[in-house]
């Protein structure tokens, strides 16, 4: 399969072969594909495909630059998502519900995403991906129809991806970096509530369970050092290839924040002008739920409304994220230090999965046992790089 280019354009020749010949784990049904495209359809497929088996129901994520903006089973759409997106959250679809949940958990990241679902493509959702900025799309397979859709998006560019649900990928896995070639068993663990049964602390409810096993699916394609957020089968946030996992811990923190802000009672009265794109709506409630907005942005900002923005104060800030909680908390390797339960209780955690195994995992311990955080020790690292 001939590429556009490599992961720079600069970047030429570039090429992808399947391990065994003759055995494709997927079909490019439209478009082309570049390197990273490939990256993000053959990390998102594996992922949703996890997730799917996991927990029983349609998975989908939303990727950007190898790591999952977002992730989700199918649920609930809520009223922030269904007003952003224009759809009656009442008679949305299993498969769309997973795609607009998973890509609600950082829109502002999830801009020119690439899709993955783990149930075939129907009409409901083909019609919402000619309405996002999304570069490509993998699943399954595609109802009648909806591969016409889809292949007059971007010029006819849009990159529609089959993926071989009976594939089974070879039990070693190789890459090559200059000049060397290194060779792995593939991680093939499976993901099961059996990972979490070994309580240090705490009781877990069953929807805690479901959310920490996403969380797992998530961090085993995410770009590692990797925590999540997770809440009612969605993710809220999440934190990829950070050198410092509080870090991680932080940054994936701020999107969870950020996410239960957007849903603040002053940031659904903001009252846009007519014509204001969605990714334009999006980028400016971000930046107003932030509150540092420069001199610049401030103007920019009141162009873009017909009213006056509301007040959001600090104390307004403070008291509504103090009613975000039931988040589980999942983490790709082990916790260090007690700093990371800290944060993540700044953030609604009430559960936590973590290897262990650390020098300090009794400090993680005491520090899940002071904030009333449920403590799972799933003994699986799930470093990816």
């Not at 009648?144 to 039990?171: I, N, Q």
């Not at 907005?293 to 307004?316: C, F, H, V």
Request: aromatic fraction near 6%; hydrophobic fraction near 40%; charged fraction near 25%.
């Amino acid at each position: 399969m001939e590429l556009r280019y490599g992961i720079n354009p600069q970047q030429l020749a570039a090429a992808a072969d399947p391990v065994e010949p003759g055995s494709w784990p997927i079909r490019v049904v439209n478009g082309s594909p570049s390197y990273i495209n490939l990256l993000d359809a053959l990390n998102s497929w594996q992922l949703v495909r996890d997730a799917g088996r996991a927990l029983g129901r349609p998975a989908a994520a939303s990727f950007k630059h190898v790591s999952p903006a977002g992730a989700a089973v199918a649920g609930p759409v809520d009223e922030v998502t269904a007003e952003l997106y224009g759809v009656d959250r009442d008679g949305v679809g299993a498969v769309t519900s997973a795609y607009l949940r998973a890509r609600d958990a950082d829109p502002k990241s999830s801009y020119g995403d690439f899709a993955a679902v783990s149930h075939p493509v129907d009409a409901e959702l083909a019609e919402l991906l000619t309405r996002v900025v999304c570069d490509g799309v993998i699943a399954p397979g595609y109802a009648p129809g909806t591969v016409e859709t889809l292949s007059r998006k971007k010029s006819g560019r849009f990159l529609v991806v089959e993926a071989d649900e009976t594939f089974t990928p070879p039990g070693q896995e190789a890459r090559e970096v200059y000049g060397m070639r290194l060779t792995q068993q593939r991680d093939d663990v499976p993901l099961s509530p059996a990972l979490l049964d070994d309580l240090v602390c705490g009781e877990l409810t069953a929807s805690a369970t479901e959310d920490l096993l996403l969380g797992l699916a998530v961090l085993r394609y995410t770009q590692s050092n990797s925590v999540c957020y997770v809440r009612d089968g969605a993710t809220l946030g999440i934190g990829a290839g950070q050198q410092s996992r509080v870090d991680c811990t932080r940054l994936a923190g701020a999107k969870t924040d950020t996410w239960w802000l957007r849903r603040h009672p002053a940031v659904r009265a903001l009252a846009f002008r007519p014509g204001v794109r969605r990714q334009d709506r999006i980028n400016w409630q971000i930046r107003f739920v932030e509150g540092d907005l420069t001199p610049d942005e401030r103007e920019r900002l009141s162009g873009a409304l017909s009213a006056p923005a509301p007040d959001l104060t600090d104390e307004q800030r403070a008291g509504w994220l103090a009613e975000l909680t039931g988040v589980a908390f999942a983490s790709d390797g082990a916790l260090p230090f007690r700093d990371n339960v800290d944060h993540a209780r700044r953030h609604g955690v009430t559960a936590v999965a973590e290897p262990g195994g650390s020098i300090r995992s009794t400090d993680v311990e005491d520090a899940c046992r002071e904030h009333g955080i449920t403590l799972a020790r799933t003994g699986l690292r799930l470093f990816h790089h």
